[in-house]
């Protein structure tokens, strides 16, 4: 699979700088901060600083430091939100998956009980 990242997509805007976040946490190699429209008390979006598309694309083509600094941003995340009770992660991917944004990004939700992953 063929991955053409468009760097004029909304994260990579927010990652120059051009876009204001509302900032959760910072690494060398990640960024989280709160979703402009969240869907619980609890949803932090997780993006990596390098442009990959997808979960996917970022699984497979991301060093093993990036990798790890995203992971650990996730940590920090699931730590300062209060998250003890559980939360969900998920990873909209492209059509599918009703990707919106085609930057890799998690959603940390939670804050509340979420219910059933699916209604399909
Ligand atoms: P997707 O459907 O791609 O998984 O989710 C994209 C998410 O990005 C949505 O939940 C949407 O609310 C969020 N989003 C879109 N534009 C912005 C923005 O400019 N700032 C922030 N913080 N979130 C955004």
Do not use: W
């Not at 994260?11 to 979703?35: C, M, Q, S, W």
């Not at 997780?46 to 600094?69: N, T």
């Amino acid at each position: 699979m063929e991955y053409a990242y468009d760097d004029q997509n909304i994260f990579a805007k927010i990652l120059r700088g051009e876009i204001p976040n509302k900032t959760v946490y910072e690494n060398d190699h990640a960024l989280a901060f709160h979703d402009i429209q969240p869907q619980a008390p609890v949803h932090v979006l997780v993006i990596p600083k390098g442009p990959y598309m997808s979960l996917d694309h970022f699984a497979r083509d991301a060093s093993a430091d990036e990798q790890a600094g995203f992971f650990q941003a996730v940590a920090a995340v699931c730590d300062q939100m209060g998250l003890e009770e559980g939360f969900r992660g998920i990873s909209n991917t492209r059509g599918h998956g009703v990707q919106e944004v085609p930057h890799y990004h998690m959603h940390i939700i939670g804050g509340k009980p979420l219910g059933r992953m699916l209604s399909v």
